[in-house]
């Protein structure tokens, strides 16, 4: 179990409080109107440091000084109000830096392709390429990768972008739509074929993403070269296609159909690329 003190330094750092300062904030916090030496006791922070710490605090807006006739206090501007601050300051930094580096950023060529790898940027790319979308997304999603995004594309769907979504898997938010679902050929021949489970993002026709998102692995491509878009899109229409074909006809006559046939069963499984498994 995490502890909550320990939890709550590091969230505190991570918006840029030292660890004394984190330290001594919270100590603040819990103990209400503190005079210095109290601080550093509280806090295990050194004497001969805190008197520095609080004057850093009072500074920045999160903790307010107080001289009465028995001396100087400290005590904590609430966790409300400060996180307002900093959320408000954080708000203020990001649109100057965003002015600032659209005039002096060249806009990235089109035939560009962004590299991504690990799970936590591969989730945040594929987020922004959702919540980017004015028009449409298209979409082709495991089971957890939808789990992931689907707030997002939900609050994209509510602002009026037209959904187009292939799923391996067996639950979506209504809120969603028409969702098809890859059941023509097991995700588990499909993933043993591509030995990931491939996802695609595209946005607006415009923009793809196309990666690996699992427990055990997580990388991604993303660009807006036209024809890269093109094969996503057209890999997606097809596997609508045969979502379509399956419902109308039955799953048994397809897989009779590539199961029956050497070129066919080696394409699907992949053993063309990797083998007989």
């Not at 959320?87 to 965003?98: G, L, M, N, S």
């Not at 945040?124 to 707030?151: F, I, K, P, Y």
């Not at 739509?177 to 023509?184: E, K, L, M, P, W």
């Not at 595209?202 to 807006?224: I, Q």
Request: aromatic share 8%.
């Amino acid at each position: 179990m995490v502890d909550r003190r320990e939890a709550a330094l590091r969230d505190l750092q991570a918006l840029g409080f030292s660890s004394y300062e984190a330290r001594v904030y919270l100590a603040l916090l819990h103990g209400g109107r503190l005079k210095g030496y109290e601080a550093a006791k509280r806090s295990g922070v050194p004497r001969s440091m805190v008197y520095q710490v609080l004057g850093r605090l009072v500074d920045r807006g999160a903790a307010y000084r107080v001289e009465e006739g028995e001396g100087t206090f400290y005590g904590a501007v609430s966790q409300e109000e400060l996180l307002a601050r900093l959320e408000a300051e954080a708000r203020e930094r990001f649109a100057r830096a965003r002015e600032s580096l659209i005039q002096i950023a060249p806009e990235r060529p089109a035939e560009a392709i962004w590299r991504v790898k690990g799970a936590a940027r591969t989730l945040a790319e594929a987020r922004a390429l959702v919540e980017g979308a004015g028009r449409a997304l298209t979409l082709s999603l495991w089971q957890n990768q939808l789990d992931a995004l689907q707030e997002a594309l939900k609050v994209a769907r509510a602002r009026g972008v037209d959904l187009r979504l292939v799923l391996f898997g067996e639950r979506a938010d209504p809120a969603l739509g028409r969702v098809y679902y890859h059941h023509f050929v097991d995700p588990k021949v499909v993933e043993g074929r591509l030995r990931a489970r491939l996802f695609v993002v595209v946005r607006d026709h415009e923009e793809v993403m196309v990666g690996n998102l699992t427990e055990s692995e997580a990388w991604a491509v993303r660009t807006r070269d036209p024809a890269l878009v093109l094969v996503a899109e057209e890999y997606v229409r097809h596997d609508v296609v045969l979502a379509e074909m399956t419902l109308a006809y039955g799953v048994e006559k397809l897989t009779a159909l590539w199961t029956a046939r050497e070129d066919l069963r080696q394409m699907v499984t992949g053993e063309e690329v990797h083998g007989p498994a």
